[in-house]
């Protein structure tokens, strides 16, 4: 099984990009507290729902698949997302909901996190190449174990 490690590379940073702009995007709108519960359902649902066929499909060994798919990234992703709503949160109660701020002073509040949202970038960068190479390899050697047995 051969893997092409820059489509593979492409298409996850720019799933991963995508979920990151549009949290920290509508974090500077008024329906960005609505988004947030909205994105942490639908992932709840997700993990749910992929947990529970690959444990249908395959047992017992379905719950190593599934931490397979997960490992390494996931100790990356899980921090980033987890402030990455927690900044985006407090972002959006103080654009709007902690009293009337100037056009200026919501500049002034934005450039405030813009160093959080360029670290959180950067780890989100580190766990796309974590998640493309050693995640891939990882999950070859697992699907291939099932296939021996």
């Given at each position: 099984?051969?893997?092409?490690?820059?489509?593979?590379?492409?298409?996850?940073?720019?799933?991963?990009?995508?979920?990151?702009?549009?949290?920290?995007?509508?974090?500077c709108?008024?329906?960005?507290m609505?988004?947030l519960s909205?994105?942490?359902?639908?992932?709840?649902?997700?993990?749910?729902?992929?947990?529970?066929?690959s444990?249908l499909c395959?047992?017992f060994?379905g719950?190593?698949?599934?931490?397979?798919y997960?490992?390494?990234?996931?100790?990356?992703?899980?921090?980033?997302?987890?402030?990455?709503?927690?900044?985006?949160?407090?972002?959006?109660?103080?654009l709007?909901?902690?009293?009337?701020?100037?056009?200026?002073?919501?500049?002034n509040?934005?450039?405030?996190?813009?160093?959080i949202l360029?670290?959180?970038?950067?780890?989100?960068?580190?766990?796309?190449?974590v998640?493309?190479?050693?995640?891939?390899?990882?999950v070859?050697?697992?699907?291939?174990?099932?296939?021996?047995?």
């Amino acid at each position: 099984m051969n893997i092409d490690y820059g489509s593979l590379m492409k298409y996850i940073i720019i799933r991963h990009l995508k979920e990151f702009a549009m949290v920290w995007i509508s974090c500077c709108m008024v329906f960005g507290m609505p988004l947030l519960s909205l994105l942490i359902t639908y992932k709840g649902i997700c993990i749910g729902f992929t947990l529970s066929s690959s444990i249908l499909c395959y047992g017992f060994k379905g719950v190593t698949l599934y931490f397979a798919y997960i490992f390494p990234q996931c100790i990356i992703y899980i921090p980033v997302y987890i402030l990455m709503v927690k900044k985006g949160y407090e972002l959006c109660e103080s654009l709007y909901f902690s009293g009337k701020i100037s056009f200026k002073g919501k500049k002034n509040v934005v450039r405030e996190y813009l160093p959080i949202l360029l670290i959180l970038l950067l780890f989100l960068g580190i766990g796309c190449i974590v998640e493309t190479y050693i995640n891939s390899a990882l999950v070859r050697n697992i699907v291939g174990w099932f296939m021996k047995q």
